[in-house]
């Protein structure tokens, strides 16, 4: 029996500067998952502003996860960093999963469960490639994901595109190199 590729997205609402929040993530966040992957942090770009700074991404199958529904993921108190737990999300027809080279601009766009309207998404001329995966549980904060690769010269465009729409969040996100912090 094949298992599914579960993404489980754990969104941060905080001001913190990367030197301060990706210490106090790996030791309050990253230690309650139990994946044996190691999971993707990606920093909001300045150049676009919604409410989550920063974005973590666990890939795995789906007995991978221990914590899906029914962990209480840990707040940080003393630094004032809300955790919301975007849940998990499979890929929308068996897609391959975008390989962002240097020159790309990753686009991380949460879109509201009214937003059925996905072929507008795929129809965005500015797009290189794009990533849709959906809820895959009842409890998702989000009815779809979408990561989007695109040209650092239209990432300010389709951003505006996608503000445009309902219910959706959307920014420019840069992966955090962890280890060099």
């Known amino acids: 029996m094949t298992k599914n590729i579960i993404a489980q997205y754990v969104c941060f609402i905080t001001e ?3 030197a301060t929040f990706v210490p106090e993530w790996e030791g309050n966040i990253k230690k309650n998952i139990q994946n044996p992957h190691e999971p993707l942090l990606f920093e909001q770009g300045n150049e676009t502003k919604n409410k989550f700074r920063y974005i973590s991404k666990y890939v795995g199958s789906e007995d991978e996860f221990t914590f899906m529904n029914e962990i209480k993921l840990p707040q940080f108190p003393a630094f004032n960093v809300k955790v919301i737990s975007a849940g998990g999300y499979i890929s929308l027809e068996n897609q391959k999963p975008i390989v ?6 990753r686009i991380i766009a949460f879109l509201g469960h ?17 990533y849709i995966s959906q809820a895959y549980y009842e409890s998702c904060s989000f009815g779809h994901v979408i990561e989007f690769s695109v040209s650092e010269k239209d990432a300010a465009d389709l951003i505006l595109h996608l503000k445009q729409r309902p219910g959706v969040e959307a920014a420019i996100y840069r992966e955090c190199l962890i280890h060099q912090l």
């Not at 962002?100 to 601009?105: E, Q």
């Not at 009214?114 to 794009?130: A, V």
């Open 100 to 105: 962002f080279k240097d020159t790309d601009t």
């Open 16 to 18: 913190l500067k990367a």
């Open 114 to 130: 009214n937003e059925y309207d996905l072929e507008y998404y795929k129809k965005l001329p500015l797009s290189r490639q794009l």
